[in-house]
């Protein structure tokens, strides 16, 4: 089966930092560009970060560049967000997503169950 | 950065009427890299369209994309009672890849 685990989630005070994991199975997980997205309660998707199939792109939302860190392990078959200057407006679920690129792209097809992340003193 | 702009913001519909759902792109849209999501309460989002007008995976034919540029549309030919949710649409063609604010489709 298909899957994506997220964990990592909990409280942590402002300032403070976190580092999210994203667990896959069932796939070629190296020959899949990722992502975080992030919905704060009650409102919208927001996306985060992409990290190409081998960490050769990189991108960031202007709302998280310079505090979060995205990054993967091909050989575990894992994904990271590490969330560095944590501010009460980073409190959200944060999912992780695949995107098949090949000479086309095909969206975020798997998405995880999502990990609650909130930040409060 | 691409604004998208979802309209309604709420729909009010019955069970078996058409549900016409639009997302207008502050740019074009690149390669017509533009997918459709559902949301139900309490769970992830799933990919329905992509490609402004390719099915996904398992997706029920009565989920129709189109437009092109920076107009799009999704279409329910009819609804279901599990197609009451919020749906979203994506541009992911230029970083940031951004997303629209919504639309709620809900039972009348």
């Known amino acids: 089966e298909v899957q994506l685990v997220e964990s990592g989630g909990g409280l942590v005070k402002p300032g403070g930092s976190l580092r999210l994991s994203c667990a896959a199975s069932g796939f070629t997980f190296s020959s899949y560009s990722m992502n975080w997205v992030r919905q704060a309660p009650g409102k919208g998707l927001e996306w985060v970060s992409s990290?190409?199939?081998?960490?050769?792109?990189?991108y960031y939302a202007d709302s998280v560049k310079g505090r979060f860190t995205i990054s993967r392990d091909n050989a575990k078959n894992s994904l990271y967000l590490q969330m560095n200057s944590l501010r009460a407006e980073d409190t959200a679920v944060y999912y992780c997503?695949?995107?098949?690129?090949?000479?086309?792209?095909?969206?975020?097809?798997?998405w995880g169950q999502g990990t609650m992340v909130t930040v409060s003193s | 950065e691409i604004v998208l702009t979802q309209s309604p913001g709420t729909l009010s519909l019955s069970p078996g009427e058409r549900a016409t759902l639009s997302c207008r792109a502050s740019q074009s849209v690149s390669s017509s890299y533009l997918a459709w999501y559902q949301q139900k309460p309490g769970q992830a989002p799933r990919l329905l369209i992509y490609g402004a007008s390719s099915r996904a995976t398992g997706i029920p034919d009565r989920f129709s994309g189109s437009g092109s540029g920076t107009d799009f549309t999704l279409t329910i030919s009819r609804l279901e009672p599990e197609d009451f949710a919020v749906y979203y649409c994506q541009q992911y063609g230029s970083s940031p890849f951004t997303f629209g604010g919504g639309t709620k489709v809900e039972i009348k």
């Open positions: 990290i190409s199939s081998s960490s050769s792109y990189i």
């Open positions: 997503a695949r995107e098949r690129i090949t000479m086309t792209r095909y969206a975020f097809d798997i």
